[in-house]
């Protein structure tokens, strides 16, 4: 059974910096894609990025240049840097895991960018 562990989220000052760390474990592909959503109050959960196994990248346009994807396919874990936050920032992040076509969601971590 496959299980998505996430780590960091936290509360920060709008312009300070966070960092979420998210392990998987289980029978994973060696060929898949790791990332992060996240959702806010009342809202639609959005992708933030996307991470291949080979170290393709998708950014949403509203963290380019501010968020950072990582992976370590050894460990299986994906990681994300957040720089200069905005309040609007401020969701649960969910990491996600594509593997042998079916979809995987760690339980979630908050986020709270304050102004």
């Known amino acids: 059974q496959v299980q998505l562990v996430e780590s960091g989220g936290g509360l920060v000052q709008a312009g300070g910096s966070l960092r979420l760390s998210c392990a998987a474990s289980?029978?994973?592909?060696?060929?898949?894609?790791m990332g992060w959503y996240r959702q806010a109050p009342g809202k639609q959960r959005e992708l933030v990025a996307h991470c291949s196994s080979a170290g393709n990248t998708i950014y949403a346009n509203s963290v380019k240049g501010r968020f950072t994807i990582s992976r370590d396919n050894v460990k299986n874990s994906v990681s994300l840097q957040m720089n200069s936050l905005k309040p609007d920032d401020t969701a649960v992040y969910y990491c996600w895991l594509s593997n042998w076509g079916s979809n995987y969601w760690g339980q979630g971590t908050q986020v709270t960018v304050s102004s």
């Open positions: 289980g029978i994973i592909a060696s060929i898949n894609v």
